[in-house]
């Protein structure tokens, strides 16, 4: 049996000791009987069987008495309560009902509460309705169960400390925090004066008095306990209590980054926001290495944390015991390196082993051995988001060294909780107290990296009180330009051209904000325009020539790709293309500098652009057909027009005939003939006949 569940069987046999050691004194066998008792039963007339119910029109009353003397108040605890409608149990503050009324209970109103005499006796009055028990539900009658025990007047002054301000503070924002006390008895009708209580205060070992104080030399994170010992001098009674101030830790944000450094604008990325919040220890858990240990081919790291903070002979049992082992560190080639924790009892366990895929731990700086990187945490955990890190797959990221080397598409394992090697059960029936030692091997002399530190924590109920806290990260949020951002990880895309930040912002359980920012370089998309050699929409069966005006560039580093459809054109790949057919054409326009690209658009559309020429008009005044006037000209510039009479004499000439009408001038009623000469898809063309003019 492990020591976890002996402590449980102990508790609970000894909870049954003392169940069947109790005298039980259900109210109909004792109807009117004062009972001198400090160790019972009370039971209604099922005897306290929480499956029976107890009769209808029962009127029964009973009184305890305390019989001890030194403890002459009684004190009654309510583990079963359930009366049907119209039952009530009524409870006096004395020896029968000519006393103060505490509790007249029906329904479950009693269930777990405790009763408090302020003196020697309370009486109890049971008064049941005529139910059928034959017909009536019984489920709802079925009695109480009560332990009945005494208590001094010390034993029920409560102390109790109102933290004022609240007990969970940010560290850099906390000022003075205040408290109040208060003491009272639990005995409701007793008789005592609130004046001679005096209150007396203990934090980090320094002293204060009075009711309600404040405190003001909490700076660092961490847990503070507030004593409190108020002493009522006219009883001679002293009650301690506490409470624990902690101020909050600052959490890591190792790990948030954006997807990308550098995007183009109007394109999507992704922002990855990690918190790491920081556990605070009042004992050392860790060990930092400053400066940071490098490890190479035949140098073994090595080092050990000491614990006395826990209980004697306090073991481990199973892997569960364990909250997480970390070691902080980069390095070239996880292959390489092996960690192993050694447990007290000289029981060494794997956690990694040499071997799996080559990959950079952390941010190492590649070219020069020896200057530091950047270290991630590696942990060991019972409740792992990663399989045994020899047997995980790589992933790839972008980072810059810290001596200003660029990598691009790095090999790396990503920092987080894997899976030991070796099952951290193999640790089972080693005491938590003693030297632990952590040990790092490296087994290849062409790789290195460096050992920032370590940690070792267990399950946080081995710890004793206020000694140890992780605050809880209860909100996440990114923004940018103070406008929130949907989800984590955020997609995001920029227009605007330039450095953009995004701030990713976490809120605590103590309150507190913390955030970091993410910094996004956003290139300009090309700037561009297609222009048509004629006007659109073109006449039937012309063609145009397109072609791709850039904007703030002499077009030098572009590349263009045409597409009609949504669909590429083989070989189009000029700043020109001749189309002769309408459709929506579109050039793909790529800055080969950047990288980034934009498409542009024309539609080209078609029209009937065929000539229609009337043979008579009426050049009379009236607005109606007063002008020779030829439909779809508009399409063919510069046409020239030559109108004869029928003696071939000219009446009329023009060089660009659309818009310049004739009205026909002094010419008189009859036949006239003319001739058009125009252009259309490179060719010259005429158009002649007569027009008749009639007044």
């Known amino acids: 049996m492990n020591q976890k569940a002996l402590l449980l069987f102990v508790v609970m046999t000894y909870a049954a000791c003392q169940l069947f050691s109790q005298d039980t004194y259900p109210i109909h066998l004792h109807h009117q009987d004062t009972i001198p008792t400090c160790h019972a039963w009370f039971v209604d007339s099922s005897g306290g069987d929480d499956q029976a119910h107890y009769g209808p029109g029962e009127d029964l009353w009973v009184t305890f008495e305390s019989d001890n003397a030194a403890k002459p108040f009684l004190v009654v605890e309510f583990s079963f309560f359930q009366l049907g409608e119209g039952d009530t149990l009524y409870v006096y503050d004395g020896g029968d009902n000519q006393e103060p009324l505490l509790w007249s ?13 302020s003196g020697q006796y309370l009486h109890f009055h049971f008064v049941s309705s005529d139910f059928d028990p034959n017909e009536d539900d019984l489920s709802e009658r079925l009695g109480w169960k009560a332990d009945i025990g005494c208590a001094s007047l010390c034993d029920m002054l409560v102390v109790t400390i109102d933290p004022v301000d609240g007990l969970l503070h940010c560290p850099e924002t906390i000022g003075p925090v205040s408290f109040r006390g208060n003491a009272t008895y ?9 004046d001679a209580f005096v209150f007396n205060w203990l934090i980090r070992d320094e002293t204060l008095t009075g009711q309600q104080i404040s405190y003001d030399d909490f700076s660092e994170p961490g847990a503070f306990p507030v004593y409190l010992t108020v002493e009522d001098t006219a009883n001679d009674c002293e009650q301690t209590t506490y409470v624990v101030v902690m101020l909050g830790t600052t959490p890591l944000f190792t790990g948030t980054a954006s997807s990308v450094d550098t995007a183009c604008a109007r394109e999507t990325f992704s922002l990855f926001g990690i918190v790491h919040p920081t556990t605070w220890t009042g004992f050392p858990v860790s060990v930092d290495e400053d400066p940071p240990v490098h ?19 306090v073991e481990i049992l199973s892997q569960s015991d364990f909250d997480r082992i970390c070691v902080f560190v980069e390095h070239v080639d996880q292959s390489h390196l092996r960690f192993e924790l050694e447990a007290p009892d000289g029981n060494v366990l794997t956690l990694k082993n040499f071997g799996g895929a080559t990959a950079n731990l952390g941010e190492p700086v590649v070219w020069n051995d020896h200057i530091p990187g950047r270290a991630y945490a590696y942990c060991f955990s019972p409740e792992p988001q990663y399989g045994k890190m020899s047997e995980t ?17 790095a090999l790396y394992l990503p920092e987080g909780n894997y899976t030991p090697f070796e099952s951290l059960n193999q640790l089972a029936g080693s005491t938590l107290n003693g030297t632990w030692t952590m040990r790092v091997e490296d087994q290849a002399a062409e790789t290195s990296g460096h050992i920032f530190g370590w940690s070792l924590l267990f399950d946080g109920i081995f710890y004793p009180d206020s000694l140890i806290f992780t605050p809880e990260i209860v909100q996440e949020q990114w ?24 701030r990713f912002e976490v809120l605590d359980n103590f309150g507190c904000l913390y ?29 145009t020539l397109l072609t791709v005006i850039p904007i703030d560039s002499d077009g030098w580093e572009l590349i263009y790709q045409w597409q009609v459809g949504g669909q590429d054109i083989p070989g189009s790949i000029y700043d020109t293309l001749m189309v002769k057919q309408p459709g929506l054409y579109s050039v793909q326009v790529t800055d080969t500098i950047t990288g980034c690209f934009d498409f542009f658009d024309k539609d080209v559309t078609e029209q009937n652009c065929d000539l229609t020429i009337p043979n008579v008009f009426t050049p009379n005044g009236d607005g109606v057909n007063d002008l020779f006037e030829i439909r779809n000209l508009e399409h063919y510039p510069n046409a020239q027009m030559i109108i004869y009479n029928r003696h071939g004499r000219r009446v009329f000439e023009h060089s660009d005939y659309y818009n310049n009408w004739w009205d026909g001038g002094n010419a008189p009623d009859g036949v006239y003939y003319y001739v058009l000469r ?18």
């Open 105 to 117: 209970a029906s329904g479950q109103q009693l269930l777990g509460q405790t009763i408090y005499s």
């Open 186 to 194: 639990l005995a409701e009708h007793l008789d005592y004066d609130p």
């Open 295 to 313: 490890i190479s081919s035949g140098i073994l790291y090595e080092s050990s944390l000491d614990f006395d903070v826990f209980g004697d002979g």
């Open 393 to 409: 797959t790589p992933q790839f990221h972008d980072y810059t060294d810290t001596a200003g080397n660029y990598y691009f598409n």
């Open 479 to 502: 923004y940018k330009n103070g406008s929130p951002i949907t989800g984590n990880p955020a997609s995001a895309f920029i227009e605007e051209p330039g450095l953009h930040t995004f």
């Open 515 to 543: 955030d970091t920012t993410v910094t996004v370089t956003i290139q300009p998309l090309p700037r561009a325009e297609i222009v048509s050699e004629i006007e659109i929409p073109i006449c039937e069966g012309d063609s």
């Open 678 to 695: 125009y252009e259309r898809m490179g060719k010259v063309r005429y158009a002649q006949g007569s027009v008749s003019i009639i007044r």
